[in-house]
């Protein structure tokens, strides 16, 4: 069995990103990457996607007991969708960084949306990696 190591939960009022959509759209660049705006681009309640995508990445920080700390980046945490839909959690720069040196390194998401809130949850787990390369393999310890 993974080891659960951190746990995140953050809920987002959407309207918030109604008016962010309206007023300043340029900022969503700097919270979201191009994957995840042009997922919700997709659908008609993009608001609902991208603040629960913004819930996923306040979640993360939670996950991790940190804030927002320095040399982090709101683009550092990547929401990605497979092909059933299921969001999976993408982590690169400091945050990713930050996550290793606590030794997680696996990550599971899941997300909720309506009209008025987004709702994120993560957890952190730590796996063994016992083999490099294209066929390593992940031992729960
Ligand atoms: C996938 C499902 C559970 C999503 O639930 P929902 O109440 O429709 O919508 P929610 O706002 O709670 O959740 C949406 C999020 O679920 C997540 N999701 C979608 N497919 C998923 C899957 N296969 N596994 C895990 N999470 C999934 C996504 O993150 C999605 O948000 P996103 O597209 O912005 O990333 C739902 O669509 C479903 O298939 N339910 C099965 C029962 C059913 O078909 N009911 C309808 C008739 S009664």
Redesign the pocket.
């Known amino acids: 069995m993974a080891q659960l190591a951190g746990i995140g939960v953050d809920i987002v009022r959407v309207e918030k990103f109604n008016q962010v959509i309206e007023d300043n759209p340029q900022a969503l660049d700097s919270i979201f990457t191009e994957f995840e705006q042009s997922y919700c681009k997709t659908s008609r309640n993009r608001a609902e ?1 991208l603040a ?1 995508r913004f819930a996923a990445k306040e979640a993360v920080l939670k996950a991790l007991g940190l804030g927002m700390a320095k040399g982090m980046n709101w683009l550092d945490i990547e ?1 990605q ?1 497979v092909p ?4 999976i959690l993408k982590l690169g720069g400091e945050v990713e960084r930050r996550a290793l040196h606590q030794g997680l390194n696996s990550w599971q998401l ?5 009209r008025e809130y987004a709702i994120a949850c993560v957890s952190a787990s730590n796996e063994e990696v016992v083999a490099q390369g294209e066929n390593s393999e992940k031992i729960s310890k």
């Open positions: 996607r629960a929401v969708n059933t839909g299921q969001p899941s997300l909720s949306h309506c």
